[in-house]
C-alpha cells in the first residue's frame, strides 16, 4: 500500500510539474458537450460533486482514476472517432491530455450552474482544501528532515536491540505518527514484531520531534513511505470534508 501511495505521489508530482496545461478554449467547445452530459448521467452524485468543489489546478489528481475510466471509454483502442477527430484537429494526440480536456469540460459545465450562495460556499471549500494541503506539505517536508538527521541515531537502535526478522519495512522507526495540532507528537504506532526495548528507544528519539503548528485538524497522521518520506494520511480524504 505505501508504495502505492509513493507512486501516486511521484506520479502527481510529475504531472503537475511536467504536463503542458491544453488551451482552455478546448474544453469550452460545444462539441464536447454531449459527453459531459453523458459523464453527469453516469457518474454518481457523490464525485459529482467531489469534481466541482475541487479546485481547477487539483483536477489533475483524477487522472489515475476518473480519467483512466473516461479514457477506457472513449479514447483507448478504437475509441469513438468523432472524439478522437476532434483532438487530433485541435493539435491533441496524447490519450492523457484528451481525457484532462473532457474532465476539465465537466468541471467548467458543473460550476456553470452554481448558485452565488453555493459558489460562495463551495469557494470556502476550495481555500480550507489549500490551508490543508499547505499544512500536510509542510509536515511532510519536516518529518522527512528530521529522519534523515535521526538516521544514524536509528542504526543504533536497530544495532543494539535487533530485529526479529530482515523485513525491510520493520527498519522504518514507526509505522504512524500521530501529530497534534500544537505540532507535538502525541502518539507512536511502531511496526509488529519490534520488542520492547526496540521501541523505547525509538521513541525516545521520535518524541524530540517537533512540528509546526497548524488550524484545520486536531491530529493528523504521518506515515513513511519509503525511508525518510512521509505522507500525511489525511491528503486522501481532503475532499470528504465538508
Known sequence: MRTRYFTLFLLFVLFTGCATRPDAKIEKNPFLLPYVE???MSTSPADLKRIKTMAKSELILLHMDYGLWIRNKWIHGRGDPQLL?????NGIDDPDDMSMVIIYALWDDLNSIMSPTERASVEAKRALVARRRSSYETLEAQCEAQLAKAQNVFDDCYKRHG???KNPVNR???FGLLVGKDGHVQQI???NGASPELKECLQGIIQQFSFSEFRDDEVVTLYIVEFPHCRVAERDTLHDHE
Open 85 to 89: 477527430r476532434f483532438f487530433h484537429n
Open 172 to 174: 522504518d522507526p514507526f
Open 38 to 40: 453523458q459523464l453527469e
Open 163 to 165: 530485529l526479529p526478522s
Open 189 to 191: 504506532n511502531f511496526f
